[in-house]
C-alpha cells in the first residue's frame, strides 16, 4: 500500500512534540516519495474547524502528554479530526514520568475518528514546566531512533495490502483517571486553575498573546489571562522579556518533584509496529 501525502500533524506548544513527528514524517516522505505536508493545530484559530484527511493520507500525529493523558483541554478537537480512511501513527511526547495511558487514547480517538493506526510511539522529552528535566530532548539519539522508527514504519506500509486492526500500544482500556501530584504527606495538589503571573518588566509586545494555545491572554493588558491556561508555559518561553512565571508554591513543588524524581534513568523511547 503506497500513501498519497505523508502529514506531520501536531500540537506542540514548546516544539518538541513537533520535532518528533517532524522527524519521523520527512523521513517517510523521504523513503515512500510521497509529498511532506503540515498541520500544525497548536494555534487556537487552526482548531476553528475540524480537519479531515482523505483515504490516501499516511499522518503522524502527535500530541503532548499532560497527567498521563492526551491534554483535556485538546481531546475534544483530536475527536473532531476525521480519518476517512486515512492511515496514522499516534506519538505522544511526555516528561520523562510516564504517559500513563495517553498513547492508547489518542490511538482509540483516531480509531474512532476514521483513522486506521499502522504504527505508534511515545518519547521521552524535556517537561513543558522545566528548563532541567530531560533538558534537550529530543536529542540526537531521540531523532535517530525516530529516523530508525519511520523506516520500519515504511515497510509496514508497503506491505500492507489493507488496513489492519489497530495497533497494539500500552495502556488501560476504558482509560484511566488523569495522574494526580501529591504533596510530601500524600495529600492531592490541585493546580487546574493556576496561571502565570507577570513582571512590569513587560512591554506589552503581544507575543504571549499570539502564541497562547489557547487564546487566553488579553490582548489589550498581556497581565490578565482571562481564559483557561494549560500550564503548557508557551508564553513563558516566548516572551522577550521574560516577564511571565509560575509562583503558585503547589505548582513549584510539583515542577521540584518531577525534577527531582523523574530526570533519571532515562527513559527510551518505545515503538510499537
Not at 48 to 56: C, D, L, N, Q
Not at 106 to 127: D, K, P, Y
Not at 152 to 162: D, P, R, S, T
Not at 209 to 223: F, R, T
Request: glycine share 6%.
Amino acid at each position: 500500500m503506497k500513501p498519497n501525502t505523508i502529514w506531520a500533524a501536531y500540537f506542540s506548544a514548546t516544539n518538541t512534540t513537533k520535532q518528533v513527528v517532524t522527524q519521523i514524517a520527512r523521513r517517510l516522505a523521504s523513503q515512500t516519495g510521497c509529498p511532506l505536508e503540515t498541520f500544525d493545530f497548536t494555534h487556537p484559530q487552526v482548531r476553528k474547524e475540524p480537519k479531515t484527511f482523505s483515504p490516501g493520507d499516511l499522518v503522524v500525529f502527535g500530541t503532548p502528554v499532560y497527567a498521563g493523558r492526551v491534554p483535556n483541554l485538546l481531546i475534544k478537537y483530536v475527536a473532531s479530526v476525521q480519518g476517512k480512511g486515512a492511515l496514522a501513527i499516534p506519538v505522544v511526547c511526555y516528561g520523562n514520568r510516564a504517559y500513563d495511558d495517553a498513547l492508547i487514547e489518542l490511538r482509540n480517538t483516531l480509531e474512532a475518528g476514521g483513522f486506521h493506526t499502522v504504527a505508534a510511539a511515545a518519547f521521552s522529552c524535556q517537561h513543558a514546566f522545566s528548563d532541567s528535566q530531560n533538558a534537550g530532548r529530543p536529542d540526537i539519539s531521540d531523532l535517530t531512533i525516530a529516523t530508525g522508527f519511520a523506516d520500519q514504519v515504511f515497510h509496514k506500509v508497503e506491505n500492507l495490502a489493507a488496513p489492519e486492526a489497530p495497533v497494539p500500544v500500552k495502556g488501560n482500556d476504558p482509560i484511566g483517571p488523569y495522574y494526580t501530584p501529591r504533596d510530601r504527606y500524600g495529600n492531592p495538589i490541585n493546580i487546574l486553575k493556576v496561571k502565570p503571573k507577570t513582571t512590569d518588566d513587560c512591554t506589552q509586545c503581544g507575543h504571549c498573546v499570539a502564541e497562547c494555545p489557547l487564546g487566553a491572554i488579553d490582548p489589550e493588558d498581556a497581565h490578565l489571562i482571562p481564559g483557561k491556561c494549560m500550564k503548557c508555559n508557551r508564553c513563558v518561553r516566548v516572551c522577550p522579556q521574560h516577564a511571565k512565571y509560575f509562583d503558585d508554591p503547589n505548582y513549584l513543588y510539583h515542577k521540584t518533584e518531577l525534577e527531582d524524581q523523574f530526570s533519571w534513568p532515562r527513559k527510551t523511547p518505545e515503538l510499537f509496529l
